[in-house]
């Protein structure tokens, strides 16, 4: 079974609106982390927001918040107000176990174009 | 300060050739990952190193080698390249204790 399953491969999205990209999960580990990362056509990814598994509130960073649904093992990603900088591919990730060094297994990802 | 830094940025080799990639971590970052992306996928996890010693492997056969140097620089080895190898191979760090990472810009291999 898929550790991480993006199910929007690509989204359109307006300039200055909200965007909602989809992430579930499946672990039986009842520690792990939960990852955002941009990675636009440079190739490099860029970490966006974290939300741990014990974390009893919604992560937010800037205009990127996590709607974190634990019981339906659902991580998605919210971008408010898009900008045209926001065009890219959005990977969902999840670290199992309480190690930080511990691997990140990615999703297929999600591109998103923001139309001016 | 400068972040995770990779080379070469592209290469082209020929089936059956080997290669080697490095890695410059952040500065004051120990731990270093490599991973695999395909085109039109995510990032897939080969290895791990800490310590100078591999501490965590994925599903990748033994032609997939590392090095982690004393200054915490690290190189990925692939023998017997095959054109599934081509791929952007992508090293990281870590930078917190809850396991962020920061990736480089990656290595673009076409094996031809």
């Known amino acids: 079974a898929q550790k991480i399953t993006q199910t929007q491969p690509g989204m359109f999205v307006q300039e200055k609106e909200a965007v909602t990209l989809d992430c579930t999960y499946d672990?039986?580990?009842?520690?792990?982390?939960l990852f955002w990362y941009k990675q636009p056509s440079s190739g490099e990814m860029i970490f966006l927001i974290y939300?741990?598994?014990?974390?009893?509130q919604n992560a937010t960073e800037g205009r990127y918040s996590l709607n974190f649904q634990k019981a339906r093992k659902s991580a998605n990603l919210v971008i408010s107000a898009s900008q045209l900088g926001d065009s890219a591919m959005y990977f969902c990730?999840?670290?199992?176990?309480?190690?930080?060094?511990?691997?990140?297994?990615f999703g297929g990802g999600t591109r998103v174009l923001v139309k001016p | 300060d400068a972040g995770v830094t990779q080379s070469p940025t592209h290469l082209i080799k020929t089936r059956g050739q080997q290669v080697t990639l490095r890695c410059s971590p952040k500065s004051g970052h120990d731990t270093v990952s490599w991973y695999q992306q395909a085109l039109g996928q995510g990032p897939q996890f080969i290895f791990q190193y800490y310590e100078e010693e591999e501490r965590q492997r994925g599903n990748f056969p033994d032609r997939f080698s590392g090095h982690q140097f004393p200054n915490y620089s690290s190189e990925l080895n692939v023998n017997a390249l095959l054109l599934g190898d081509s791929a952007l191979y992508l090293c990281a760090s870590i930078y917190d204790r809850v396991g962020r990472y920061t990736f480089g810009s990656g290595t673009r291999l076409t094996v031809v």
């Open positions: 939300q741990g598994s014990y974390d009893q």
């Open positions: 990730a999840m670290r199992e176990g309480q190690a930080a060094g511990n691997k990140l297994t």
């Open positions: 672990t039986s580990d009842p520690s792990y982390g």
